[in-house]
């Protein structure tokens, strides 16, 4: 099921993703089990973590969740460019955080041996066929790219049956990545894709009209087709001019 909503800007947009975070992290935990959140490199998730730690913290169970980062750059964790180090300063240092939790890519060990191990970390996460991955944040490049999954890669015949892939020529610096595949996001019940800003227009009319070139497209095709949610949050910036 596919929803679009339209933010009048991207404060607005932080906000509503911090909200979708916090109801279904809530419904999960209620329900008994442990959530699963996937969070997201981008300018965007920075201020919905801001928001979170600031105003939302009491309203998550930290002891019973485990975070994930979608992609990584293959930097130190101290570099401004890490997208954990962007997590962890805006958010995971001011919450109750169960360190037993945080799926951090060791990307010290370098993007190859770094994909494999984050792999078999995310593999002991609950679920049947592929890890169970209750909330996940996708950001989007003006190219269409999400992830660190580029256009033009063949995403599901080169890296389909991982979980994470190695990416060694990225065209967004560094070139050094790892990244969650398409395979991976087969278990995401709800997947929330944030993008703000006149720049991404162009790329959001070609991916909401369908077109599957864009991995952006393919990745929200990929959960719908496996029984997960997408909801797409825009600003009026980016939404298409027919939404
Ligand atoms: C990365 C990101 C990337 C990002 C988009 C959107 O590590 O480069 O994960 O996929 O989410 O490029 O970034 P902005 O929100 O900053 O435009």
Not at 130 to 140: C, N, Y
Request: charged share 20%.
């Amino acid at each position: 099921m596919t929803h679009i909503e339209i933010c009048d800007d991207a404060a607005t947009v932080a906000r509503w993703a911090a909200t979708a975070l916090i109801d279904d992290l809530r419904s999960i935990q209620q329900s008994g089990q442990t959530g699963v959140w996937v969070a997201a490199g981008g300018s965007t998730p920075a201020k919905a973590y801001e928001i979170i730690a600031k105003e939302d913290a009491h309203q998550i169970d930290w002891s019973n969740l485990y975070i994930l980062i979608g992609d990584e750059r293959c930097v130190p964790l101290s570099h401004k460019d890490s997208n954990w180090r962007q997590l962890a300063d805006l958010l995971l240092a001011h919450v109750p955080v169960s360190a037993s939790h945080l799926l951090r890519p060791p990307m010290e060990l370098g993007a190859i041996p770094a994909a494999s191990r984050y792999a078999e970390m995310i593999a002991q996460l609950p679920g049947e066929d592929t890890p169970k991955l209750h909330h996940v944040w996708l950001g989007m490049g003006e190219d269409g790219h999400t992830l660190s999954l580029f256009p033009g890669e063949e995403l599901a015949e080169h890296i389909g049956a991982q979980l994470v892939a190695p990416i060694l020529d990225s065209p967004k610096p560094p070139p050094e990545r790892i990244t969650l595949t398409l395979n991976a996001l087969r278990g995401a019940e709800h997947c929330v894709i944030l993008a703000t800003g006149g720049g991404k227009r162009p790329a959001l009319t070609r991916a909401l009209s369908g077109d599957l070139a864009l991995p952006i497209a393919r990745a929200a095709n990929t959960v719908e087709r496996n029984g997960g949610r997408v909801t797409w949050v825009l600003d009026r910036e980016a939404a298409p001019i027919s939404h």
